[in-house]
Structures are given as structure tokens and as C-alpha cells.
């Protein structure tokens, strides 16, 4: 594995420069990248690409309807497991260890190919499922949930860089199209589905009647990855890592999982005495994600670390915001949870298509306007939803904004897979596919964290169980606003982020 220092990955005199990450280079034989010779006319589902493209998609399809169906059964397996006060763990536990796999993933990916990564990741993403449908008691269960966790970190960035090795330039844009879209049915279905399974059949099956289905994906997969994006890439610039480099990935990601569980830990105790676990992950985690980010992410250096940190941007101001207003809806203006939920549902079909859009040839050279456009969408779309704290304003106001900001989102999200398959050198792919993930997924922990503080401290309200319902007591309004409109300035700031996606040179 060429596992990549953030030294290696971009040189500080490089950086000064403008430049980020190396162009790519010629690769070894051995490793069958593609290439010019692709037929001009082939597209993701001709003859070439099909059955790969196929089953990719089938598998993010299957991922998505678990992500989307888990939220309805899991209230009543913490009820049923006694284990209402680890609520939370159960979603920690798979965003922490899911950092993990993203680096080993990276890791493994750039050594021996995505192969390996890939069909481990599904294995234990199987496993953690069975593991979580079969618990008798909450901690089982989360350990299943930690378990699926790794797994899904596995197979995201394993995806990613089958696509960078498999698939040529032109059609990276429509396979990460394909991958958006494949969100759009279980978004809709999944949660009526997990009801609908709960209810007659019990919550286990939402969690072990998945892995079956996953056969038939990785059966059509697993030969076209085995032939055209197995092995190694060696190149003739860098043939060989610094030594030590990848175990050290490797414990820095250990180190990243411990800060991230801590700080979570924290802001699901609202006591003083977790200001202590707090103040140990923030000291853990900082240093730890410096040395697994491109060097200058966090100050927008040009190219690939704003790439990357544009990635954390958008995904965690919106999830944090998102993750809010159903619970608005549902104290502030009184909807039924299945309606409110429902108000982000077009939401689905609107990133699909925004991810269609870029997907086009005549976007291409458009393709960073297009994501600053975006990120304004997604600012906007955050910024209007409070405004339904006001009772005269319709409460279709948040569904029609949500859709826009799930445009934006569509056009941005997608964008950054490609600008940084783009922009990495082949045995670079799985490094940087990590950091794009891990960039993702710890910007959702820490605005979710901030937002949920930011939301107690104001008058947020309180969460009470009983044996039969699950009722929110009232919030005030500035609550509210006090996750919204901070998310929104995030989201603002993305939109500066974007001009600073190419060097100077290009």
C-alpha cells in the first residue's frame, strides 16, 4: 500500500504555491485503470460497465434502506431491549467506529485494492445486523450497531475508489449520480416498510432480513471489481510508502474513534462533570484528525483539502440542521411525527436530481459555480426552515425550502467525489477517499453535538419514555433558531470554500 503521509499527500512549498495534490501518474500494468480506450459512446450501464455499475448501485441501495429504516424500528427495540437510556449509543456507536473503517479501508484499498475492503466491510455490515437483531439485552445490541458501523466505513470508501480505479473521467460524474439517486426509493419506502415489518413481524427483521439480499449485488459486482480494479497501484514516482506510515494512519484512526465517542459522550450528559470527557476527546481528537486531513484543510489550502473540507461543510450544517426539524414541526406547530417526517421527503428526489445535473458533460467545466449555487441553496434552505416559528408562515414552507437544499445538495456532495478522484493520483485514491469520509462523518458528530448543546442551553425540550409513547415536551422557539441560523453561516461559508477548489495554475 502507498499509504501517504499528509506530508507526502502535499508539499508545503507545493502548497505555497497553489498546488494540492500531484497529478496523476502513469500506473503499473499490472493494475487495469481506465483509460482512453474506453469506447466514446460507453456509459455506466453499457455492455462494459454494467454489470459492475449494477451492482454497486444495488448495494448503496440495500445501505440506504438500512440507514433510512433503522430510525423506526430502533425506538421500539430500545424499548423492548430496557435500554431507553442508551438510546443514543446505538447511533454513536455506528458514526464512531465507522471512522475507524474509513481509514482501514483507505488503507487497505491503496495496498492490495478495494476488493478486499469492500467484501469485508459487507461481511461485517452483515454482521453487525445479525449481531443487533438477535441481542437480548441494549449493549449486545449496540455492540451489533459498533460492528455495522465498521463495516459501513469499509464499504463507503472501498466504493469510491472502485469507481476512481474502474471507471474513466467522463462517467465518475453519472456512477456518483447513480449512487444519490439509489437514496430516493428507500428514503420514501423505507421508514412506511420498517413500520410496516415492525408492526407485523417485529423489529428484529428490519435488522437480519437485510443481509440475504446482499448476495445477489456482490455476485454481480465482485468479478468486474476483481478484474478491472483489484491490486495494487504502484507508481513510478512513488513506488514505495514511508515506512511505518500506514500503522501510524492506522493508530491516529484509533485515536479519532476514542475522541469522537468521548466528546458524544459529553454532549449526551448535560452535566458539568462532562465537561472532563469533553475537554480529554477535544485534546484526542484534534491533533489525531490533523495528521489524517490533507495538510491546510483546515484553512481552505487551495485544491484537495478544500475539497475535503468543503465535503464537511456541507454535509455536517445540513444533517445537523435536518436532524431538527421534524422536532419542529412536532412541538411548534403540532403535525403527527409520520407528517413531519414526511415534509423532507421531496428532499429525496430533489439531491438525486441535483446530482443528475452535475452528472452532465456540459457541467463539467462549470463544476465549481454550479456548488457555490449549491451551497447558497443549502444556507438559504437552512435559514428558512425556522421561520415556521411564526405561526402565520404555512408549514409547506420547510418542505418546498428543504427541496431546494436538497438540490444544493445533490449538486455539491456528488461534485466533491469527483473533484477528488480528480485530483488524486491513483495509489492516492484510498488515503484521500478516507479523509473525504472522515471529514463527512466528523463534521455530522460535532455540529449534531453543538447544535444539540447549543439547543438544551436555550430551552430546548425534554425527551420523556414511557411504556407506550415517546412524547417531546415544549421547546422555545429561540431554541431552535439557535441550531438553524448558525448552521445556515456554515453552510455560507461553504459557499466560499468553493472558490478556493482549483490552484491558481489551473
Not at 475508489?161 to 423505507?190: D, N, Q, T
Not at 429525496?348 to 452532465?360: E, F, H, K, M
Not at 436555550?458 to 421547546?475: E, F, I, M, P, Y
Not at 441560523?485 to 490552484?503: D, E, F
Amino acid at each position: 500500500m502507498t499509504a501517504l503521509e499528509p506530508s507526502d499527500v502535499i508539499d508545503p512549498d507545493d502548497e505555497a504555491r497553489g498546488a494540492t495534490a500531484p497529478a496523476p501518474v502513469p500506473a503499473s500494468p499490472s493494475v487495469p485503470l481506465p483509460g482512453p480506450g474506453t469506447a466514446p459512446g460507453e456509459t455506466v450501464l453499457g455492455r462494459a460497465y454494467r454489470s459492475l455499475s449494477i451492482g454497486m448501485v444495488s448495494v448503496v441501495l440495500l445501505i440506504a434502506f438500512e440507514a433510512t429504516a433503522v430510525g423506526t424500528a430502533m425506538p421500539v427495540a430500545a424499548r423492548e431491549l430496557h435500554g431507553v437510556s442508551l438510546y443514543a449509543f446505538a447511533f454513536s456507536g455506528y458514526f464512531t467506529t465507522s471512522l475507524l473503517g474509513m481509514v482501514l479501508a483507505g488503507q487497505w484499498s491503496d495496498r492490495r485494492g478495494p476488493l478486499g475492503a469492500l467484501t469485508a466491510g459487507i461481511a461485517a455490515f452483515a454482521a453487525g445486523l445479525l449481531l443487533a437483531g438477535t441481542a437480548g439485552a441494549m449493549w449486545p445490541f449496540i455492540l451489533g450497531r459498533a460492528v455495522q458501523g465498521l463495516g459501513g466505513g469499509l464499504v463507503i470508501v472501498a466504493l469510491y475508489v472502485v469507481v476512481g480505479r474502474a471507471y474513466p473521467e467522463r462517467l465518475r460524474p453519472a456512477i456518483m449520480a447513480a449512487f444519490a439517486a439509489s437514496w430516493i426509493v428507500p428514503s420514501v419506502v423505507g421508514p412506511l416498510a420498517a413500520g410496516a415489518v415492525t408492526e407485523h413481524l417485529g423489529w428484529r427483521w428490519v435488522f437480519i432480513g437485510i443481509p440475504v439480499l446482499v448476495v445477489l449485488p456482490l455476485a454481480l459486482a465482485v468479478p468486474q471489481i476483481r478484474r478491472r480494479a483489484s491490486g495494487p497501484v504502484r507508481s513510478a514516482a512513488r513506488p514505495t510508502e514511508p515506512a511505518g506510515s500506514g500503522r501510524r494512519r492506522i493508530r491516529l484512526a484509533f485515536v479519532v474513534c476514542l475522541g469522537a465517542g468521548l466528546l458524544q459522550y459529553a454532549a449526551q450528559d448535560p452535566r458539568w462533570i462532562s465537561l472532563l470527557p469533553g475537554a480529554a476527546g477535544a485534546a484526542l481528537l484534534v491533533p489525531a484528525v490533523r495528521g489524517l486531513l490533507p495538510r491546510g484543510t483546515w484553512r481552505a489550502a487551495r485544491g484537495l483539502p478544500s475539497v475535503v473540507l468543503l465535503r464537511g461543510v456541507a454535509a455536517g450544517a445540513f444533517i445537523a440542521a435536518e436532524s431538527f426539524v421534524p422536532l419542529m414541526l412536532v412541538t411548534e406547530r403540532g403535525l403527527a411525527p409520520t407528517l413531519a417526517g414526511f415534509s423532507l421527503a421531496a428532499g429525496g428526489g430533489t439531491w438525486a436530481l441535483g446530482s443528475w445535473v452535475q452528472s452532465r458533460p456540459w457541467a463539467e467545466p462549470h463544476r465549481e459555480r454550479l456548488m457555490t449555487g449549491g451551497m447558497v441553496l443549502v444556507a438559504a434552505a437552512i435559514a428558512t426552515a425556522p421561520s415556521v416559528l411564526i405561526h402565520s408562515v404555512p408549514v409547506w414552507t420547510v418542505a418546498a425550502a428543504w427541496a431546494f437544499g436538497c438540490f444544493g445538495m445533490g449538486l455539491v456532495i456528488s461534485s466533491t467525489g469527483v473533484l477528488l478522484l480528480k485530483l488524486s493520483a491513483p495509489e492516492e485514491a484510498g488515503a484521500n477517499s478516507a479523509a473525504l469520509q472522515i471529514s463527512d462523518g466528523l463534521s455530522d458528530i460535532l455540529l449534531l453535538a453543538a447544535g444539540g448543546a447549543a439547543f438544551a442551553a436555550l430551552g430546548g425540550g425534554t425527551v420523556t419514555h414511557t411504556a407506550t409513547a415517546t412524547a417531546v415536551g415544549a421547546s422555545h422557539p429561540a431554541a431552535f433558531a439557535a441550531v438553524f441560523l448558525p448552521m445556515a453561516v456554515v453552510a455560507l461559508t461553504g459557499a466560499w470554500v468553493t472558490t478556493r477548489l482549483r490552484s491558481r495554475e489551473s
